[in-house]
């Protein structure tokens, strides 16, 4: 296997199997370290701010080329995923639309490792994965006049096309690249449900949808401790609400919080994954170990966090 990259920053981390005419590529999920909600625009979306970075986890999309367009899904979180609906067909529809000819596409293959309607971006970053397939396949013909209409797909896409820590504004359209202190180590923990975000912001009430002020925002942070102060004056709005609902998150948020080295407990997204920040993978690994004894039922993954633009297949 050989490297196929190409000028685009979006699409250097694609893999492409020359014999078999495959293009594989890893999707890192997205974690909002915090998430803040103002009014609603225009539009009918919420003015959203937040700070957000990538795991060294994800799904893996494949594209076999000169097939035709369609999706396959396996993996352990492949069931009730619809296919027709799902965000990779909804993206390579937009490609399709900004090539006027001769576009190489082909059937995609999900292997599914996230969670579904788990706050962590998995939808968003397969899409992404998508593009960037796309994108390499036909050496980056359309690809900027479909980045330009992707953020109508949701909020994510944008960020999860780059998998760079950022400070994303309004609808995920304006991004500020910053870097977090490396490494930096999380577990993720989710209940087993699945957590809708139109439902979520569907009970907002008027005091929780109106966050206070943006916080200042530092390019840089030296160290975890820095990074720790910054996260502790911000919030994510959309806690409150989730665990009014799905009171399971906030059982999960409890554990996670009590494990030994734990230096923030959160939710992330609009639910229904939670993440503990710790300083060493060791406490990491000790930390997953506990949480899953406490309920088997839970999905527990520990990740180290920063910017994943590609990290290695595993499959």
Known sequence: MVAFCVADPFINHVE????????????????????????????????????????????????????????TISGPFSTGLPVQENLILSVARLYADSVSDGLAGGHFRLFKCVPIASGIGGGSADAAAALRLLGAANNGYGLEETRVRVPGLGFDIS?????????????????????????????????????????????LNAQEAVSSASCQLAERWSCVKDLLSFLKMTRNDLEAVALRLFPSVGRCLE???????????????????????????EETRRASSVLQSVCPSWWVRPVQLGDFPSFPKYQ
């Open 16 to 71: 492409f199997d020359p014999h078999f005419r495959r293009l594989s590529v890893s999707a890192p999920v997205k974690i909002n370290l915090c998430l803040h909600v103002f009014g609603k625009r225009r539009d009918g979306f919420h003015e959203l701010q937040s700070l957000a970075c990538f795991a060294d986890f994800g799904d893996h999309l494949t594209l076999e080329l000169n097939e035709p367009t369609n999706l």
């Open 159 to 203: 960020a999860c096309l780059e998998s760079r820590s950022c400070w994303m504004r309004g609808y995920g359209t304006h991004l500020e690249f910053v870097h977090l202190p490396s490494p930096l180590y999380a577990v993720l923990v989710n209940p087993g449900i699945a957590v809708s975000t139109a439902t979520v912001f569907g009970a």
């Open 255 to 281: 554990a996670v919080g009590a494990t030994r080295g734990c230096l923030l407990a959160r939710m992330s997204g609009s639910g229904g994954t939670v993440f503990g920040l710790y300083e060493t993978k």
